[in-house]
């Protein structure tokens, strides 16, 4: 400082494209204070580059289940904690999201979906939460908000079609579809109907009736990619559903497809999945394990974006 050659910096004198790289390596909690410091962190702070994906899976909601529709008490704490989280994030944001990841026991509303929607409108993959307080109207409204959407992935919905056929009115170039939770005929005849251009679909850890799946091998004539693995596949036999192993119908009928299955017999995964008849109950497990799938594209790992950190509890509204 005693240099009069020497020339002091300020903060808003900083390159862009370093301040960037500083940036992607923050969580959201620390994202909000850091937007404040000056206009150049603020600008740099909604950079797409850093907001290319937002994984909410640490968030996960405090509930309790019911014996009554929708299955799920809240409490409100949750609910406004996940409001506070959305606004930081769509206000740095801006609208640059394209992958939006949510943990599958994060159950939010109409509202929460709603101002999402609003703030994202170029939004390309979505990771679902639960489904049991987001009603018919909200989810259908949110999916003709992104006409650019192309890979979603769903936990167990107990009647699809109408979602399906939403995003084959609306969503252009939608491609990619994964599946947590039960495959049936009408499930299968709607993915046919409706979503011609599909070219991946993920069943992985699902219940899968056979004669679904033979279906869809059938008659979906653009699926270049069918994930199987660790499914329990049933058979209707009379009143009584019977599980079944993958024969030679299925692998001829898939011929033409790449279908992953799994063949280790000692499988860890497909052994949860019979002792929990088909419909995986991921919170037994370790955390994070309902994020892996075969397919690359889908597989979520460890690190995909921008976090919010559950273990902060105290927030800003910024």
């Known amino acids: 400082m005693g240099d009069d050659r020497s020339v002091c910096r300020k903060w808003d004198d900083m390159e ?4 960037v790289k500083i940036f992607k390596l923050l969580n959201m909690v620390e994202m909000g204070p850091v937007s404040q410091v000056c ?3 603020r600008f740099t702070c909604s950079d797409p ?10 968030l996960k909601s405090n509930f309790i ?9 809240v409490d409100d704490r949750s609910d406004k904690r996940l409001f506070r989280v959305l606004k930081l994030a769509m206000a740095l944001s801006r609208g640059n999201v394209s992958c939006m990841i949510f943990h599958y026991n994060l159950y939010m509303k109409d509202e929460h979906l709603s101002y999402i929607t609003e703030r994202s409108p170029h939004l390309k993959r979505l990771v679902m939460p639960a489904w049991n307080r987001i009603t018919k109207n909200g989810i259908c409204q949110a999916i003709r908000r992104w006409p650019h959407l192309e890979s979603l992935t769903m936990p167990t919905i107990g009647h699809p079609p109408y979602i399906i056929q939403e995003i084959g009115q609306h969503c252009m170039n939608f491609t990619e579809l994964k599946i947590m939770g039960t495959f049936e ?27 679904a799946l033979l279906m869809l091998l059938h008659y979906a ?16 036999v009379g009143r009584k559903q019977v599980v079944r192993e993958i024969d030679a119908s299925i692998l001829e009928a898939g011929s033409r497809m790449k279908v992953l299955v799994c063949q280790n017999r000692g499988c860890l995964t497909c052994q949860r999945m019979m002792n929990d008849e088909g419909l995986m109950r991921w919170y037994r497990y370790e955390e994070g394990f309902w994020r892996y799938d075969e397919v690359a594209s889908l597989d979520l790992g460890e690190d995909s974006g921008k976090l ?9 509204a910024w």
């Open 49 to 58: 580059l850093i907001w290319k994906t937002i994984d909410f899976s640490r």
């Open 39 to 41: 206009r150049l962190w």
């Open 308 to 316: 919010f950190d559950a273990e902060c509890e105290e927030l800003t």
């Open 185 to 211: 005929c009408h499930f299968a005849s709607s993915i046919v109907s409706h979503l011609p251009n599909l070219k991946v679909l993920s069943l992985r850890c699902s219940r899968l009736m056979k004669d």
């Open 65 to 73: 289940q019911t014996r009554v529709s929708p299955y799920i008490w």
């Open 16 to 19: 862009t494209d370093v301040l």
């Open 221 to 236: 004539e653009k699926l270049e990619v069918l994930n199987i693995s660790h499914c329990l596949i049933l058979e209707t």
